[in-house]
């Protein structure tokens, strides 16, 4: 699991931190810009954030996250007040955490936002209309037929389900599957969407996959 971390001003900082390495790998950045360029990829699983970022204030942080990406996303702040916790979960946060928070709390209520990102997954299981994803076995089923999926294939299955009804660039596509150090050349994922959209084609359910030309691709559910 990849955590993206963006460190603020709060005296909370560093306790969170130290609870998020027992939870994934963790990527630390400094400002919200920055924090807002690389959440938007859509290559981690996890997104925290202090409230007290600079170069970019958290409101405007969700607002434009929100408008790029699904990724789970836990704010933590130093300050009670109960006002502004509402105005950040209303604009898409999955969780306020307020500090002072005992490390098992704080470690309980990640987890749960996790779990709850999963369950888009209902019971571990993304539905839609013929098809069905499981996340728990990485198995799929297309009208009740198992579908062979190679390892990385099934991982760009899962990932255009996370961020159904999103645009994602191959850029993104490419960092999260193959990794922003591997040698591979980018052009490779457009030879594995290709073959997904063979393979979905067989079971008539390829209309859900569809290219943006000049820009990427999207699972439009809408389809």
Same mark, same amino acid.
């Given at each position: 699991?990849?955590?993206?971390?963006?460190?603020?001003?709060?005296?909370?900082?560093?306790?969170?931190?130290?609870?998020?390495?027992?939870?994934?790998?963790?990527?630390?950045?400094?400002?919200?810009?920055?924090?807002?360029?690389?959440?938007?990829?859509?290559?981690?699983?996890?997104?925290?954030?202090?409230?007290?970022?600079?170069?970019?204030?958290?409101?405007?942080?969700?607002?434009?996250?929100?408008?790029?990406?699904?990724?789970?996303?836990?704010?933590?702040?130093?300050?009670?007040?109960?006002?502004? &916790?509402?105005?950040?979960?209303?604009?898409?946060?999955?969780?306020?955490?307020?500090?002072?928070?005992?490390?098992?709390?704080?470690?309980?209520?990640?987890? &749960?936002?996790?779990?709850? &990102?999963?369950?888009?997954?209902?019971?571990?299981?993304?539905?839609?209309?013929?098809?069905?994803?499981?996340?728990?076995?990485?198995?799929?089923?297309?009208?009740?037929?198992?579908?062979?999926?190679?390892?990385?294939?099934?991982?760009?299955?899962?990932?255009?389900?996370?961020?159904?009804?999103?645009?994602?660039?191959?850029?993104?596509?490419?960092?999260?599957?193959?990794?922003?150090?591997?040698?591979?050349?980018?052009?490779?994922?457009?030879?594995?969407?290709?073959?997904?959209?063979?393979?979905?084609?067989?079971?008539?359910?390829?209309?859900?996959?569809?290219?943006?030309?000049?820009?990427?691709?999207?699972?439009?559910?809408?389809?």
């Amino acid at each position: 699991m990849k955590v993206l971390i963006c460190k603020g001003g709060s005296d909370a900082c560093e306790n969170v931190c130290s609870v998020m390495k027992d939870i994934g790998e963790c990527y630390v950045c400094e400002d919200g810009e920055d924090a807002l360029f690389r959440a938007s990829s859509n290559v981690y699983d996890l997104v925290v954030t202090d409230i007290k970022i600079s170069k970019m204030n958290c409101i405007e942080f969700i607002t434009q996250l929100r408008k790029r990406s699904n990724v789970p996303l836990v704010i933590f702040s130093d300050m009670d007040n109960s006002e502004l &916790a509402a105005d950040i979960l209303e604009l898409g946060a999955d969780e306020y955490v307020h500090a002072p928070i005992s490390v098992r709390e704080l470690k309980a209520r990640v987890e &749960a936002v996790l779990r709850r &990102a999963n369950n888009l997954f209902k019971n571990n299981v993304y539905e839609l209309g013929n098809i069905k994803l499981d996340v728990k076995t990485k198995m799929l089923t297309v009208d009740g037929k198992y579908v062979k999926l190679s390892g990385k294939m099934y991982d760009i299955m899962e990932y255009f389900v996370r961020n159904r009804n999103i645009v994602v660039n191959k850029e993104q596509l490419y960092n999260y599957v193959w990794g922003e150090d591997c040698n591979t050349v980018l052009s490779v994922t457009e030879v594995y969407v290709s073959n997904l959209r063979k393979i979905l084609k067989n079971y008539g359910a390829e209309k859900y996959l569809q290219t943006i030309k000049n820009v990427g691709y999207i699972w439009n559910e809408n389809a």
